[in-house]
C-alpha cells in the first residue's frame, strides 16, 4: 500500500477538482471517486491519476475501494445525505475519515461514531476546509490566551469569490430552518441572523450577522468554551430583512422553493474563476471573553475559501498518510494545534 495514496471522493465537484489539481504539489497521489464516469475519465486522463467509479449506496463497492487506501477525504456534498454512509463504511473498513463539510449536523453526528472509531484505530475528522480550520484554530488560539474564557464570538467574511454549486445546494436544502448558537454548552436555536454587529478585520471594517456555523460544534469540541456565536459578513439591508424572515420560513422550507433555488444554482457558474479565486480572500475574527469582562482578539487573513480548502485538506491527509493522527472523533485544532492555520501559505494572524 503506498503511503502517499488516499480515496478522494467527489472528486469531480468544483472543490474536489481543485483538490485534484493540488495534490501532486504535497506529494498525494489521490483515486478519483465518484458516481459520475464520463467526468472521472476525463479528470483522470488530464492529471494521470487512477479513478473509480462508486455510488455510496453500493456498499459492496464502496467498502472495497477503502480497503485499498489508509484515509478517504471526502469532498461529496451536501453532507447530510452522504456522510453517514461513508463513515460507517470507514469503520467497517478500517479507514481514516476526513471531509470539508461545514454543517453542524454533520459534526454532532460524527461525534457520534467516537467510541467505535478508537475502537477500529481509526481518525473521525470532519471539517478539513475552509469550514472549520481558519476558525477552528482562532478558537484555540485564543483560549491559550483566556484559558478561563466563558464565551466565544468567531466571524469570517470573503472579499471577491462567489459560491460553488456544492455550497449553495447546501445553503440551499437549508432554507428556512433559522440559526444556532451555544448557550451554557448546549445547542440552542435562534433566528437566523438574530444578532449583527460591524468588526474591523484589518483589511475592512464589514458588518456581520449571526449565522449557523459549524464551529457552533467544533469549537466547543476544541476548546470547551460554553457559549459560542458564530458570524459571517452580510449587508446591514440583508440584516433589516432577515428579520421578517419568520413570517415565511414555513414557505422556503417547501420542496418547491428549496427545488427552485436549486435549478437556479444549475444555471451559475460551478465557482468560481481561477483569476477570481486568486484575487479574492477570506478574513477570520474571534472574541473570546471570560467571567470578569476580560477580553482577548486575533484575525486572519487567508487565501480564497476554495483555495484554502484544497490546501488545508490536503495538508491534513498528508499528516495523516504519515501516521500523524488521534483516533476517535476529532477536530482539526484539537488534533494539529492553533498554529495548524499558519502552514498554509498566505496565511497571517494579528492579535488585536
Known amino acids: 500500500m503506498q503511503t502517499n495514496t488516499f480515496l478522494l471522493y467527489g472528486a469531480n465537484g468544483y472543490t474536489g477538482r481543485l483538490i485534484a489539481g493540488m495534490a501532486a504539489g504535497y506529494g498525494l497521489q489521490p483515486i478519483l471517486a465518484g458516481r459520475n464516469e464520463e467526468a472521472l475519465r476525463a479528470m483522470a486522463d488530464s492529471l494521470h491519476l487512477p479513478y473509480k467509479v462508486i455510488d455510496l449506496s453500493d456498499t459492496g463497492s464502496l467498502q472495497a475501494a477503502l480497503r485499498e487506501v489508509p484515509v478517504v477525504l471526502h469532498a461529496a456534498g451536501p453532507f447530510h445525505h452522504t456522510?453517514?454512509?461513508?463513515?460507517?463504511?470507514?469503520?467497517?473498513?478500517?479507514?481514516?475519515?476526513?471531509?470539508?463539510?461545514?454543517?453542524?449536523?454533520?459534526?454532532?453526528?460524527?461525534?457520534?461514531?467516537?467510541?467505535?472509531?478508537?475502537?477500529?484505530?481509526?481518525?473521525?475528522?470532519?471539517?478539513?476546509?475552509?469550514?472549520?480550520?481558519?476558525?477552528?484554530?482562532?478558537?484555540?488560539?485564543?483560549?491559550?490566551?483566556?484559558?478561563?474564557?466563558?464565551?466565544?464570538?468567531?466571524?469570517?467574511?470573503?472579499?471577491?469569490?462567489?459560491?460553488?454549486?456544492?455550497?449553495?445546494?447546501?445553503?440551499a436544502e437549508n432554507l428556512g430552518e433559522g440559526g444556532v448558537v451555544r448557550e451554557n454548552g448546549q445547542i440552542s436555536k435562534k433566528p437566523l441572523g438574530h444578532k449583527g454587529f460591524w468588526v474591523d478585520f484589518g483589511v475592512k471594517k464589514?458588518?456581520?450577522?449571526?449565522?449557523?456555523?459549524?464551529?457552533?460544534?467544533?469549537?466547543?469540541?476544541?476548546?470547551?468554551?460554553?457559549?459560542?456565536?458564530?458570524?459571517?459578513?452580510?449587508?446591514?439591508?440583508?440584516?433589516?430583512?432577515?428579520?421578517?424572515?419568520?413570517?415565511?420560513?414555513?414557505?422556503?422550507?417547501?420542496?418547491?422553493?428549496?427545488?427552485?433555488?436549486?435549478?437556479?444554482?444549475?444555471?451559475?457558474?460551478?465557482?468560481?474563476?481561477?483569476?477570481?479565486?486568486?484575487?479574492a480572500m477570506s478574513l477570520v475574527w474571534g472574541e473570546a471573553t471570560n467571567a470578569a469582562g476580560k477580553k482577548v482578539a486575533a484575525r486572519l487573513k487567508c487565501p480564497e475559501g476554495y483555495t484554502l480548502t484544497a490546501i488545508s485538506s490536503l495538508l491534513i491527509t498528508q499528516k495523516v498518510l504519515n501516521g500523524n493522527f488521534k483516533?476517535?472523533?476529532?477536530?482539526?485544532?484539537?488534533?494539529?494545534?492553533?498554529?495548524?492555520?499558519?502552514?498554509?501559505?498566505?496565511v497571517t494572524r494579528e492579535d488585536i
Open 83 to 171: 456522510a453517514k454512509k461513508m463513515i460507517e463504511a470507514c469503520l467497517a473498513t478500517q479507514t481514516h475519515y476526513l471531509d470539508i463539510t461545514g454543517e453542524i449536523t454533520v459534526f454532532e453526528q460524527a461525534k457520534r461514531y467516537d467510541a467505535k472509531a478508537k475502537e477500529k484505530g481509526i481518525m473521525i475528522m470532519p471539517g478539513v476546509g475552509f469550514d472549520v480550520v481558519p476558525t477552528d484554530c482562532t478558537a484555540l488560539y485564543l483560549k491559550e490566551k483566556l484559558p478561563d474564557a466563558t464565551h466565544l464570538k468567531l466571524a469570517f467574511a470573503m472579499l471577491g469569490g462567489q459560491l460553488s454549486h456544492g455550497t449553495a445546494t447546501t445553503m
Open 327 to 346: 483516533t476517535g472523533y476529532q477536530t482539526p485544532a484539537g488534533t494539529y494545534g492553533a498554529n495548524l492555520v499558519m502552514e498554509i501559505p498566505g
Open 206 to 279: 464589514l458588518f456581520v450577522m449571526c449565522i449557523p456555523w459549524g464551529d457552533v460544534s467544533t469549537a466547543y469540541t476544541t476548546t470547551g468554551i460554553p457559549n459560542i456565536e458564530t458570524y459571517t459578513g452580510a449587508s446591514p439591508k440583508t440584516y433589516k430583512l432577515l428579520k421578517w424572515q419568520w413570517l415565511y420560513n414555513w414557505f422556503l422550507r417547501t420542496s418547491f422553493a428549496r427545488n427552485n433555488a436549486k435549478k437556479k444554482i444549475e444555471h451559475k457558474p460551478a465557482g468560481p474563476s481561477d483569476e477570481m479565486r486568486a484575487k
